[in-house]
């Protein structure tokens, strides 16, 4: 799907990644010097865009880079890898969590740690976030990540993840639980790193579950899922989540859809017909207002 295979070597044809304005601006004036043909974007959504036989590149205003052709290979070796390895100089930790607005299935949360040399194997494989990736490639490039980069998982069944509502009544301090004992898992003695988290919380909260740890630099960012570390953490998470979703509709024989919108509630009332009210927390996250609806 991704790769074409040339005299036994896989070579990437498409590459989907994000980059920040100063990046934006220096692979601009890369392009610039190396004598690609740029142009400005005739469309309000793009920045600039390259075309050529084999090239086809166009930079978003949003910083989505996408790039398509047989020279996919060669540009990501000669300008791509270098320009996003900058940003991870040191060993760096992202988290990202999956099933938060879901109200079938559990509570996932992923970490994953990559240094500079692993930004080649992340790009080349379109890692970015899960939510812009079809739930197959999400599975696909999951078991990439799984196999090339050191990571941890952890999953809250909807049984403790109610049991945890109904003592704690607040959703951000079990993901700042969870966030930091998986970022903790991939720490490193007596090395700098740094540990990106996508906002969702004060980050005080984060900063005092981490202070023991006088290593490492916290960033909590909006989007975080521009940076590879934090988007691998999405597609690690959305995966483990798709699997346990699976399983517990192979557990009841029955479909739970994703999300909380309307087959939702159609499933919900459903389910309770068949199985009762009293299962629905093995199945659901009880504190959303679902629970109400359905039960009306």
Known sequence: MRNVNFSGIDMVSYIVTYLYEDEQQALKLTLIEAGYPLKEAECSTAFFQVKTPKLSLSLYRTGRLLLQGDDTELFLHSYLEELVARRYTIMSIGTDESGKGDYFGPLVVAAVRISRFDV???????????KAMADS???EVAKMIAEAIPHKVIVIGNKKYNELYEKIRNVNQIL???HATAAEALILPNEPQRIIIDRFSNPVHLQSRLKEHKNIDLIQVENGERELPVAAASILARAEFLSRLKNISKRFGFEFPKGAGANVLEAGREFIKKFGRERLGEVAKLHFKTTQKISQ
């Not at 080649?120 to 899960?130: A, F, H, I, K, Y």
């Open 176 to 178: 700042v639980w969870a």
């Open 120 to 130: 080649e194997t992340l790009l080349r494989n379109s890692v970015q976030d899960s």
């Open 137 to 139: 490639s999400v599975v």
